[in-house]
């Protein structure tokens, strides 16, 4: 079967599969999704997002939104203790854990659909009840978590973190998403609990379902969630609008024997019509061994082990980086490398095998996730979340649509001097 059968194919069933799909919202605003599993499918899944991260954080509490992430598993109303609180969780067999972000805060379950009814209601009584108690406790302990990504000489070793400091200086984008230590020190019981309010409330949060009957999925969310009753409305943010012109190149000191090295390209942010053309040239760049980068630097000039590309999008602005770590000989080598490979896309159109080979690697991965209850909730909740596009066909059809022109034309816009900041995190300039 060549390539157009099986991208043919996948369409096909990714329609299917997302024609099934069950979206509606409750009166109190909480937005929801249900995504079915095939029957035999004892799995399910439940991910609730919250609109707010470390963007909305003043600078004087940056952090509290991770540090309230960590508070809510301190108890509940029935479960008033952390060990309680995770022992019910855990006796139900599944995964319990969150996560927090420069725009959102994530809360998931996952575990046996038999167990749904169950789970479900302990999920909203983790969620609508907390105790948020032992405040110091928790604070030692993402203490601890900040220390273990600081170097000896107390210095980051996050490259995003680096690298939005220079891109946006003035914003609450360039605050480290778990804080700092004095920013950490000055958060109070009242300060958690008024971020709480006014964070998270149902119409500043969405609810995906994956696995399950939808009935009563619907139900038990109506059940749990319908008497959430909030009155503050979702965070409105002004988009992001970078005080930044590259070419910038900076040097952060760190025992390594190697260099971080990552390089960052200023592109348009969540929602933007190009998202899908961004992902396949990360793709193109550094996607399996036949990918540009990966073969020429890695494969043919042994100049690195390993190197990435990804995509980063937040609301008004987003950022195309290419990752590596490289010894101090490389550097120059590496960096002339990969600006031929840059230059080589701004002025040839990828050839069309080489492009319809990595539009199915993307659309395979989108058929691969309806088998991948966490990955299908969490593009669920993020798409209800952010208003873009969630159906995983659509998201297919788009990246089949681009072509060669399309590809050339967007690695022009934004491989260019102007929106370009790199830095190197190592020993020695």
Not at 100 to 117: A, I, R, V
Not at 143 to 172: C, F, M
Not at 208 to 237: E, H, M, Y
Not at 379 to 384: C, K, N, S, V, Y
Request: with cysteine; aromatic share 10%; hydrophobic share 35%.
């Amino acid at each position: 079967m060549n390539g157009n059968h099986v991208v043919t194919s996948s369409l096909n069933h990714l329609r299917e599969f997302d024609s099934k799909w069950n979206r509606w919202s409750l009166p109190n605003g909480l937005k929801c999704l249900h995504v079915p599993l095939p029957e035999n499918d004892p799995r399910y899944q439940i991910t609730l997002l919250f609109g707010t991260g470390s963007r909305d954080e003043p600078q004087n509490i940056s952090g509290i939104s991770h540090l309230l992430e960590h508070m809510m598993f301190r108890g509940s109303a029935k479960f008033p203790t952390f060990s309680e609180l995770s022992v019910a969780f855990e006796s139900l067999g599944g995964e319990w854990n969150a996560a927090t972000g420069h725009e959102y805060t994530e809360f998931f379950y996952s575990g046996p659909s038999g167990l749904l009814e169950d789970s479900m209601a302990l999920f909203a009584d983790f969620i609508l009840r907390p105790t948020l108690q032992d405040l110091e406790t928790e604070r030692r302990i993402v203490q601890r978590e900040l220390e273990g990504e600081l170097n000896e000489n107390g210095v980051s070793t996050d490259l995003d973190y680096h690298i939005a400091n220079r891109i946006w200086p003035k914003n609450s984008m360039s605050q480290p998403i778990i804080g700092t230590t004095s920013s950490l020190a000055a958060i109070k019981n009242k300060d958690i609990r008024t971020w709480l309010t006014q964070h998270y409330t149902s119409k500043n949060s969405v609810i995906c379902v994956v696995g399950g009957d939808s009935q009563k999925v619907k139900n038990l969310i109506l059940k749990n969630f319908g008497d959430w009753s909030t009155t503050t409305a979702p965070i409105k943010r002004a988009p992001l609008n970078p005080d930044f012109s590259g070419p910038q190149a900076f040097w952060v000191e760190n025992s390594d024997n190697e260099f971080q090295v990552q390089m960052s390209f200023l592109c348009e942010g969540t929602g933007s019509p190009k998202s899908s053309a961004y992902e396949l040239l990360t793709r193109v760049l550094a996607d399996g061994f036949s990918s540009r980068l990966t073969k020429r630097i890695r494969e043919e000039l042994g100049l690195v082990y390993d190197i990435s590309a990804n995509l980063h999008q937040y609301y008004g602005c987003g950022l195309l980086n290419l990752t590596a770590s490289v010894t101090s000989e490389n550097l120059r080598p590496f960096f002339a490398e990969v600006f031929q490979v840059l230059n080589d896309l701004k002025n040839t159109e990828v050839d069309m095998n080489e492009l319809e080979r990595h539009k199915l690697r993307a659309i395979t991965d989108l058929q691969l996730t309806t088998s991948e209850p966490a990955a299908l909730a969490w593009r669920g909740a993020w798409g209800l979340l952010s208003e873009t596009e969630l159906r995983l066909s659509v998201l297919a059809e788009q990246f089949n649509n681009v072509d060669p022109q399309e590809l050339r034309k967007i690695a022009s816009e934004i491989f260019i001097n102007k929106k370009l900041c790199v830095t190197a995190l190592g020993q020695g300039k």
